[in-house]
Nanobody, 121 residues
Framework: QVQLVESGGGLVQPGGSLRLSCAPSGRIFIAYDMSWYRQAPGKQRELAAS???????NYADSLKGRFTISRDNAKNTVYLQMNGLKPEDTAVYYC???????????????WGQGTQVTVSS
């Protein structure tokens, strides 16, 4: 049914910025917690940042102060503003969200296909 779609990835120089966006491909009833994960080549997927429906945020320690997660509940969209990017930030970034598709549906865990972020000089 519904899938999460990420956008905004690309190639950027060290110290540069990118903003990632993620939203369901279709209409949903409600989005609960939304998160960004990332996975570098040969490494385990890790949580980068998360945000509740009420706007409470949580960040990986290494990213706090550089990355900002936010959401637009009217659009069911979550963003990740990435500043001061470093080569070690290079990874595929995945959107994750707990969604209820319909009023009669149970909330479930959804994943996007990922968007590539490459930080290189």
């Amino acid at each position: 049914q519904v899938q999460l779609v990420e956008s905004g990835g690309g190639l950027v120089q060290p110290g540069g910025s990118l903003r990632l966006s993620c939203a369901p491909s279709g209409r949903i009833f409600i989005a609960y917690d939304m998160s960004w994960y990332r996975q570098a080549p040969g490494k385990q997927r890790e949580l980068a940042a998360s945000i509740t429906s009420g706007g409470s945020t949580n960040y990986a320690d290494s990213l706090k102060g550089r990355f900002t997660i936010s959401r637009d509940n009217a659009k069911n969209t979550v963003y990740l503003q990435m500043n001061g990017l470093k080569p070690e930030d290079t990874a595929v970034y995945y959107c994750n969200a707990i969604l209820r598709e319909y009023t009669f549906s149970r909330p479930d865990d959804y994943w996007g296909q990922g968007t590539q972020v490459t930080v290189s000089s």
